[in-house]
């Protein structure tokens, strides 16, 4: 189900139910699941939302409406982050091949660049892949941000080193550090992030250091077992969400907030570098229910 669809079956369903009854509730859970919501979330959800119903005798569309923003507001968390001057920040993103890490990683540096006066270094991390390194360093030449990067093959850890001591060197700075992703050789990617992880967080300032997992926000469910194993590998600080647009119908944020305490930072709305926004859990609350009320 497409997204337009899918919003449309959450309009059709609270503006034309017969009523709050049991079999609007379990329409209500059917169509949660199908926004990518999970079944245990889902579950939880309409569990939640018939026993509040019941006790506050609640009957209207409206009012279950509310009920419902109130209960996905607590599960869903978002975050800021931002550099502090003086400083020395470092943003790891990490993530699967596929998911737009090194596109993210230019737009992320984009967007700091144009509300920061601290300068913004990006680091090509992903030595594995060679088309990584001249995919970053051609957003770097079309935007202006400086790029750190060694030759194929080369150890990683070293890339965010020297990314971090070309920003030590002007007295603070943003270290934005691309990642591999190669999950099928899921035991040397975890080693390789490990020993990254360990130098980033030896270089960059106290607090300043964090590590946020980019998500291609259309693969639902399988974006949240990748979560899982990134957050079990090296632990997460925080989502990007990429092609959140028209075709992701976003519910993974859902299960992400209640199962892994996991806020989103960021999404990715189209391919221009602009487009590029801090997460509004209100924005999505809209967007995912299609402002039926």
């Known amino acids: 189900m497409k997204k337009n669809k899918f919003v449309e079956s959450i309009k059709k369903l609270f503006k034309g139910s017969g ?55 607590q599960w869903i968390k978002s975050a800021s982050y931002i550099p502090e001057e003086g400083a020395v920040s470092i943003y790891l993103l990490l993530g699967v091949n596929g998911t737009g890490k090194t596109t993210t990683a230019a737009k992320m540096a984009c967007w700091y660049k144009e509300r920061m006066k601290i300068p913004v270094v990006l680091a090509a991390a992903d030595t594995f892949r060679a088309a990584a390194i001249e995919q970053l360093q051609f957003h770097g030449g079309k935007t202006g941000v400086r790029v750190v ?26 270290v934005i550090a691309d990642t591999a992703g190669r999950l099928h050789n899921r035991e040397n990617l ?7 992880d360990r130098i980033a967080s030896q270089k960059a300032s106290p607090g300043c250091y964090k590590k946020l997992l980019v998500l291609d926000s259309t693969t639902g469910q399988n974006g949240f077992r990748q979560a899982e194993v990134f957050n079990e590998a090296v632990g997460i600080d925080g989502i990007v969400l990429t092609k959140y647009d028209s075709t992701a119908k976003g519910g993974i944020v859902v299960s992400i907030g209640k199962e892994l305490n996991l806020p989103v930072v960021f999404v990715g709305t189209g391919e221009k570098y602009a487009d590029f926004s801090p997460f509004s859990v209100e924005s999505w609350f809209d967007d995912f229910f299609g402002k039926v009320n």
């Open 190 to 196: 975890v080693r390789e992030l490990q020993k990254i």
């Open 149 to 174: 990067a060694h030759q194929h093959g080369s150890d990683p850890s070293a890339v965010v080193f020297d990314a971090a001591e070309a920003v030590r060197a002007v007295g603070q700075g943003l």
């Open 19 to 73: 009523g709050i009854d049991s079999n609007f509730f379990d329409d209500l859970t059917d169509t949660l699941i199908e926004g990518d919501i999970g079944v245990k979330p889902a579950c939880e959800i309409i569990s939640i939302l018939e026993k509040t119903c019941r006790d506050k005798k609640i009957s209207g569309e409206e009012f279950v409406f509310e009920e419902l923003r109130n209960i996905f507001s």
